[in-house]
């Protein structure tokens, strides 16, 4: 009844931009936790970026003063901006949504929920 859709990867130049999308489908009522991980191969899934419905924000060491995560809760959409982008920023970015929460006529279902995944490759 949910579904995460991913947009914006592809190959970037070394030092160049990109941006990441992530929606959210479905008779969404709320998210309460917004978050983009980076997969490489023979690693798990680590945590890039995080916002919460009220607006803070979590980043790993690697993408500080590089990466920003924002939302547009009407939209159900969030954003991962990526400036400065390196090698080893390779990876494929998966979205992930916790605590949404949607409804069924007047059932109310409260999870996580994962994107496809998009594959960024940083590369000259």
């Known amino acids: 009844q949910v579904q995460l859709v991913e947009s914006g990867g592809g190959l970037v130049q070394p030092g160049g931009p990109r941006r990441l999308s992530c929606t959210a489908s479905?008779?969404?009522?709320?998210?309460?936790?917004m978050a983009w991980y980076g997969k490489t191969p023979g690693r798990e899934r680590e945590l890039v970026a995080s916002i919460t419905n009220g607006g803070r924000t979590n980043y790993a060491d690697s993408v500080k003063g590089r990466f920003t995560i924002s939302r547009d809760d009407a939209k159900n959409t969030m954003y991962l901006q990526m400036n400065s982008l390196k090698p080893e920023d390779t990876a494929v970015y998966y979205c992930n949504d916790d605590g949404l929460t949607y409804h069924i006529g007047a059932k109310y279902y409260t999870g996580a929920y994962w994107g496809q995944g998009t594959q960024v490759t940083v590369s000259s």
């Open positions: 479905g008779t969404i009522v709320s998210i309460s936790v």
